[in-house]
């Protein structure tokens, strides 16, 4: 441990930003969910690309593992150093490199949050839009590609990165796309980068797509007498081209958690939490369309938010829904999967996955960015009771297997990480071979997040 301290120091230059600390170690040793968590050997927080260079230069020609953390709100076990190694805390990275609001772009370094661009971008009338509920940091976004609420309008990581400053394994530093909105230039390597989890380069910069912030917008919340009509208005409000920017199913035991955990007095019924921005005379009349839908699908409740307070509660709740229902079983762990299925198959795959969950006596909570087809179930489970996590197991075993037959996919934003190794055999066994030999040309020594995407050799 000493040899590995004291290169490391000599790679960054200061033996501060180089820790073994204990608690240091374990606060990078695990994520939000019941993934059983390990310490990395060693936690560097570099600050410049030079910095991350050298040390993946030095741990490939080591053989040490190295995993590249950022805000650890990750959902399928990415940032958990399975092998040991050292762990590579981006969160000095933290600038705002350029912002260029005649060409809506923003470069910036991987450890600046999602918050932070929008405050910069805020002050030229501009935002970015991807939302995934946590304050994430966009290296990790870009990492896992993520995505969330806004994705039904704006679209999810890769459709908002326009080039990236990627470290490889051996040390290299490559550049991929530009700053231009479209190029037609070889293979789309940006791309590749996102969503690779890190198991194929540490991402270093990145320059982003900027939208103007709409001139008005308003939420509204609509609640049905049971989920699956709220789901069919959900499916409704896609098809008939609703200019929706969100559309967000929540079911009634969350609403519940939420009334409980946040002091909110939303009406415990299946809902849709909805979003419409543009001029204010569009959105009168998307919002009106809407309303009629919803209340076609027998919506009791179709309450509009204008204040932007309350239009902030709003969201605030629907983000919070996973602490909510967290706190309903205090010392239990959750484990949420995700899927994502083609719209039109959105009523039937929530109601099996319901049926699901009752049948296995299981405590669940599901949430859908419903615009996509994008749905989660969250189920609470004892981690000491092995018939508790051999249910929660099963339970998404059958969720995957369902979306699959029904043309969707094993996770629609959270990744594959550790917990869905075997899902993507499942959904592209005959593409794992080719994915191999993309990790095996940039990664030949195997040192970037290992355990993590791709099913053992």
Not at 273 to 298: D, H, K, M, N, P
């Amino acid at each position: 441990m000493a040899t590995l301290d004291a290169e490391l120091v000599r790679l960054i230059g200061d033996e501060r930003r180089v820790s073994t600390s204990q608690s240091v170690l374990e606060q990078h040793g695990g994520d939000l969910t019941a993934h059983a968590a390990r310490s990395p050997e060693a936690v560097v927080f570099p600050e410049t690309t030079e910095e991350v260079a050298s040390v993946l230069r030095w741990c490939g020609a080591e053989g040490v593992p190295v995993v590249p953390f950022g805000a650890g709100s990750s959902l399928e076990g990415h940032v958990i150093p399975v092998s040991g190694g050292i762990t590579l805390d981006l969160t000095r990275m933290d600038r705002v490199l350029e912002l260029r609001p005649e060409d809506l772009t923003a470069t910036v370094q991987p450890g600046v949050m999602r918050s932070a661009l929008n405050l910069a971008a805020g002050r030229h009338g501009l935002f970015f839009p991807v939302d995934p509920g946590a304050d994430a940091s966009l290296g990790g976004m870009a990492a896992t590609n993520a995505s969330g609420t806004t994705t039904v309008r704006y679209g999810g990581m890769r459709a908002q990165v326009l080039a990236l400053e990627v470290v490889l394994a051996d040390g290299s530093t490559i550049r991929t796309g530009s700053r231009a909105t479209k190029s037609s230039a070889g293979y789309h390597l940006s791309g590749l980068f996102v969503g690779s989890e890190g198991t194929l380069g540490v991402i270093t910069e990145l320059t982003l797509r900027l939208y103007g912030i709409p001139e008005h917008t308003v939420a509204a919340r609509a609640v049905f007498p049971e989920l699956d009509a709220a789901c069919r208005t959900a499916v409704a409000l896609v098809g008939a081209g609703v200019a929706v920017s969100r559309v967000e199913l929540v079911d009634a035991s969350t609403i519940a958690a939420v009334n409980a955990y946040k002091g909110t007095s939303y009406d415990e019924e299946p809902s849709l939490f909805l979003e419409v921005s543009g001029s204010e005379t569009a959105v009168a009349g998307e919002l009106e369309a809407a309303r009629e839908l919803a209340e076609g699908e027998g919506c009791t409740v179709f309450a509009a938010e204008r204040d932007p307070t309350a239009r902030a509660r709003l969201w605030e709740a629907r983000h919070h829904a996973l602490f909510a229902f967290l706190a309903r079983s205090p010392g239990k762990r959750h484990r949420a999967t995700d899927v994502c299925v083609p719209v039109s198959e959105l009523p039937a795959a929530i109601r099996f996955a319901r049926a699901t969950v009752e049948e296995l006596g299981l405590e669940a909570a599901i949430i859908a960015h419903a615009g996509d087809g994008n749905y989660h179930v969250a189920s609470l489970l004892d981690v000491d009771d092995p018939a508790e996590v051999a249910a929660v197991q099963r339970l998404g075993e059958l969720v995957v297997e369902d979306a699959l037959a029904r043309g969707g996919t094993c996770t629609g934003e959270h990744g594959i990480g550790l917990g869905k190794i075997g899902y993507l055999e499942r959904e592209h066994g005959d593409l794992i071979p080719l994915m191999r030999g993309i990790k095996q040309l940039l990664d030949p020594q195997g040192i970037l997040n290992p355990g993590k995407i791709l099913p053992a050799a």
